[in-house]
């Protein structure tokens, strides 16, 4: 009896890599059409391997993909966006493997999460390509993959009295509401301005084509970064390597 083979072709970003032995790799790709694959990439390590490329971590590409059992392999794949930095930039670096884990983390197998992927992909876009501030893209993915996720905070106005805003709004992190000054608050909120509240608010309810087209001042974007990477770690309880690193290593130096 022979195992059922299936083909198909998808296009798909590469979020993690391995070497196995001399001349393979197992790649993790977050796909457009089956959510996320591990593949193998048999050859790739040759020089002459013509799929190389198109395997790399961080490049959309196009795959032909052979299922036999539950093993997949690539047998055919042309690169069609590559986004690694070579300029070095530790923070954009650590950011871009962030934003793989974060795919990792929230996108399932045999399941395709095109919204999730379209936003990793433009926030890809965005920090490596355009050079858009990283504290602020950083920020932007990680509110946007809470909302996407099941995590959509509730900023229309202070749930008690109704206000909509003020110079100082709080917002927590356990529950994602909005207090202002004069009502009662718990212990986890953490104090907004009006920019940091509009940022909030734009990055949860924009649609994706409007969703980087705002800028703060790199201050804020700081601030912002650190609120929207404590709602994302509190709400789904997850810690994430890159991210601590990204806390631990980049933002110190
Ligand atoms: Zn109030």
Same mark, same amino acid.
């Given at each position: 009896m022979t195992e059922l083979q299936t083909r198909f072709t998808t296009e798909g970003l590469v979020i993690k890599e391995m070497s196995v032995g001399e001349s393979d790799r197992l790649v993790t790709l977050f796909t457009r059409d089956y959510g996320i694959i591990k593949a193998f990439a048999p050859g790739v390590k040759s020089v002459k391997s013509k799929r190389a490329p198109a395997t790399a971590l961080l490049?959309?590409?196009?795959?032909?993909?052979?299922?036999?059992?539950?093993?997949?392999?690539i047998y055919e794949a042309s690169p069609?966006?590559? *986004?690694?930095?070579? /300029? $070095?930039?530790i923070a954009v670096i650590t950011i871009c493997q962030y934003f793989c884990e974060l795919?990792?983390?929230?996108?399932?197998?045999?399941?395709?999460?095109?919204?999730?992927?379209?936003l990793i992909l433009n926030s890809l876009h965005f920090l490596v390509k355009e050079k858009r501030q990283p504290e602020l893209i950083k920020a932007i993915t990680e509110l946007r993959v809470a909302?996407?996720?099941?995590?959509?905070?509730?900023?229309?106005?202070?749930?008690?009295?109704?206000?909509?805003?003020?110079?100082?709004?709080? *917002?927590?992190?356990? /529950? $994602?509401?909005?207090?202002?000054?004069?009502?009662p608050k718990g212990n986890d909120e953490v104090a907004v301005d009006r920019t940091l509240l509009s940022a909030l608010r734009h990055i949860s309810?924009?649609?994706?084509?409007?969703?980087?087209?705002?800028?703060?001042?790199?201050?804020?974007?700081?601030?912002?970064?650190?609120?929207?990477?404590?709602?994302?770690?509190m709400q789904t309880e997850h810690r994430f390597s890159a991210l601590e690193f990204y806390n631990n290593y980049v933002l110190s130096e």
């Amino acid at each position: 009896m022979t195992e059922l083979q299936t083909r198909f072709t998808t296009e798909g970003l590469v979020i993690k890599e391995m070497s196995v032995g001399e001349s393979d790799r197992l790649v993790t790709l977050f796909t457009r059409d089956y959510g996320i694959i591990k593949a193998f990439a048999p050859g790739v390590k040759s020089v002459k391997s013509k799929r190389a490329p198109a395997t790399a971590l961080l490049t959309y590409s196009s795959f032909s993909i052979q299922k036999r059992g539950d093993i997949y392999r690539i047998y055919e794949a042309s690169p069609i966006t590559a *986004f690694f930095t070579l /300029d $070095g930039d530790i923070a954009v670096i650590t950011i871009c493997q962030y934003f793989c884990e974060l795919a990792g983390e929230f996108g399932e197998s045999g399941n395709p999460n095109t919204e999730l992927l379209r936003l990793i992909l433009n926030s890809l876009h965005f920090l490596v390509k355009e050079k858009r501030q990283p504290e602020l893209i950083k920020a932007i993915t990680e509110l946007r993959v809470a909302v996407i996720s099941g995590y959509m905070p509730d900023l229309v106005a202070c749930p008690v009295c109704g206000k909509f805003e003020d110079d100082v709004m709080y *917002f927590s992190l356990r /529950d $994602g509401s909005l207090r202002c000054k004069d009502c009662p608050k718990g212990n986890d909120e953490v104090a907004v301005d009006r920019t940091l509240l509009s940022a909030l608010r734009h990055i949860s309810f924009s649609q994706l084509g409007k969703l980087y087209s705002f800028e703060i001042p790199v201050e804020s974007a700081r601030r912002l970064s650190k609120i929207t990477s404590g709602y994302l770690t509190m709400q789904t309880e997850h810690r994430f390597s890159a991210l601590e690193f990204y806390n631990n290593y980049v933002l110190s130096e």
